[in-house]
């Protein structure tokens, strides 16, 4: 705009149509050429190697062994989460309990669930029956209900402390409002404290969600058919060993897809209030 | 007029540890009185405050707000200790506003406004609205009721959460450094909010290191230091001609 640059000498002018060139960095270009190049090598071998086998990989991807595996290890994951969050949240309100009984019993389920492997919980909710042999014991565990107990009970241990760490973060001046006002207990923790505990304990929380997918797998030993296990139970027939295994990954991966875009609404929600673009929004 | 003290304390002891923080301490707050407690840091008038509404436990001494012992149930020799939900039910009827503001941070401001109507006296949600968006009216922020307290400046989320004690209808309100983490440009606004509720009859005990504010709105004026009452009066003869030389000293550093 001539108007503007009137009062400026020629060289100032001139500036207004000076080209700004980025630095260049010749290790960036030498990386990215290099990066392309193995990149092009796996899509190749990927492409070009038979014995990946892609036919059979499209073929048992929507085989309905494989989807009857996928079905289970969702309803796993999904029933475990479930249970052990409500579990865990249970437990980190009472290790954070002013009664010692409370603490104390919390702490001793933290310090055996997690002190043991999920593999050896897992069989021996499986065989709980050779402890009582001759009464309900037997009937009442199928290897469906060992795995699942044996995978809510265990996560519930670690959910509770990443609850607990959630209401501890959280400012005592909330509490303290929420008792000035007349508001009882449980309210506070469900209506003030959780809600805000949740910006924090969602993060990890949604990180052993993705666990637990992949955990659910162990409960093959229980010959239980989720997604790992349908698969192994047909390369064993077919001896289509790697073709199988890229199947069930591809399954896992798109699961933890559809996690990961879950947990970005899931955090955009309790983040409401904090984020001050948010809070404009809504006004 | 109840000629009965809205707030009595007596012989009030608390400790924290091995630092006793109240030595003693007899107060009476008579209905519609503002009273301003004044003092050095940790001289224990946040935690008097903090009592009167059970926040802390007292070790000894008794506390009576509008005729009803706080916190306890007196029969013959021994106080027994209230159940929560009783405690919840005195603390209802005792505002309380806190240095740092404390509102809800996932509430919006009439969400803030609201919460306790709806779940403590269980007002349908649509009452507990049009009062909370009244309150909010009432001190100057009916614009803000959808913002979030982030969004709000220190002097706005003071003044909503005066709003947020209001909605309970207190007997009484207790001001515990109420403007003490505010940029100074926004002491004022607070301030002019509780000189409105105080003309309109509230019963107030303030927490404060606003002396002007003492000698413009208190009806008295009670000097803490070392966990004991040094000097109380009125106003203008505590804070102009002070007796005591501890009151004097501290005086001289404020002003």
Redesign the interface.
């Known amino acids: 705009m001539p108007s503007q640059v009137a009062g400026l000498s020629t060289a100032e002018a001139d500036g207004d149509d000076l080209v700004v060139v980025a630095r260049r960095s010749p290790l960036r270009a030498m990386g990215m050429v290099v990066v392309v190049a193995l990149a092009a090598l796996l899509v190749y071998t990927l492409v070009t190697n038979p014995r990946f086998e892609w036919a059979v990989v499209a073929r048992y991807f929507t085989a309905e062994a494989v989807f009857e595996g996928v079905l289970l290890t969702l309803q796993l994951t999904a029933l475990a989460m479930i249970g052990g969050i409500v579990l865990g949240v249970i437990l980190a309100v009472m290790r954070l309990s002013k009664s010692v009984l409370l603490s104390r019993c919390a702490w001793t389920y933290i310090w055996f669930f997690r002190g043991t492997p999920l593999m050896i919980q897992l069989i021996f909710w499986f065989n709980l029956s050779a402890l009582f042999p001759g009464t309900g014991v037997n009937a009442l565990i199928t290897p469906y209900v060992a795995a699942l107990l044996g995978l809510t009970l265990n996560e519930a241990a670690y959910l509770a402390e990443i609850v607990r760490g959630g209401l501890l973060g959280v400012?005592r001046?909330?509490t303290?409002?929420?008792?000035?006002?007349?508001?009882?207990?449980g309210?506070i923790l469900l209506?003030?404290v959780l809600?805000?505990a949740m910006r924090v304990i969602v993060p990890p929380t949604a990180n052993q969600t993705v666990a637990m997918l992949k955990n659910t797998s162990l409960v093959s030993v229980l010959g239980v058919a989720d997604l790992l296990h349908s698969a192994q139970i047909i390369y064993s027939r077919t001896f289509q060993t790697i073709p199988l295994l890229i199947v069930a990954s591809l399954w896992y991966l798109v699961i933890t897809t559809v996690l990961g875009v879950g947990q970005h609404y899931v955090e955009k929600y309790?983040g409401?209030?904090?984020?001050?673009l948010?809070?404009?929004e809504?006004? | 007029m109840n000629a009965e003290p809205m707030v009595r304390a007596s012989g009030v002891r608390k400790s924290f540890g091995r630092t006793e923080v109240l030595k003693g301490v007899d107060l009476d707050v008579a209905r519609g009185e503002v009273c301003c407690l004044l003092g050095p840091s940790g001289s224990g008038k946040s935690t008097l405050l903090r009592c009167v509404?059970h926040?802390e436990k007292v070790d000894a001494g008794r506390i009576w707000v509008d005729g009803e012992l706080v916190g306890y149930r007196q029969s013959g020799r021994t106080l027994h200790e209230l159940s929560?939900?009783e405690i919840?039910?005195?603390?209802?009827?005792?505002?309380?506003v806190?240095q740092?503001f404390?509102?809800?941070?996932?509430?919006?401001a009439v969400e803030n406004v609201m919460?306790?109507q709806c779940?403590?006296r269980r007002e349908p949600r649509a009452k507990a609205r049009e009062r909370a968006e009244e309150l909010l009216a009432r001190v100057g922020l009916a614009e803000?009721a959808?913002?979030?307290?982030?969004?709000l400046s220190g002097g706005q989320q003071q003044r909503v959460?005066i709003a947020?004690?209001l909605a309970?209808q207190p007997k009484l309100m207790?001001f515990d450094e109420p403007t003490s983490a505010l940029d100074p440009e926004l002491v004022g606004e607070v301030l002019d909010t509780m000189r409105a509720l105080a003309a309109d009859g509230m019963t107030m005990i303030v927490v404060t290191h606003e002396i002007g504010f003492a000698r413009e709105v208190a009806d008295s004026v009670l000097f803490l230091d070392g966990g004991v009452i040094v000097e109380r009066g009125a106003p203008k003869a505590v804070l102009v001609a002070p007796e005591h030389p501890r009151t004097r000293a501290f005086l001289e550093k404020v002003l």
């Not at chain 1, 303290?176 to 207990?185: F, N």
């Not at chain 1, 409401?272 to 001050?276: A, L, W, Y």
């Not at chain 2, 959808?146 to 969004?151: D, L, N, R, V």
């Open positions: 400012d001046g909330q303290e409002a929420a008792q000035a006002l007349g508001i009882g207990r309210r209506g003030v809600p805000q309790y409401r209030g904090s984020d001050p948010a809070g404009q809504a006004a | 509404n926040l929560e939900r919840g039910r005195q603390r209802a009827d005792i505002g309380m806190f740092r404390n509102l809800f941070p996932h509430m919006t919460y306790a779940t403590v803000k959808g913002s979030y307290p982030a969004t959460a947020r004690a309970m207790l």
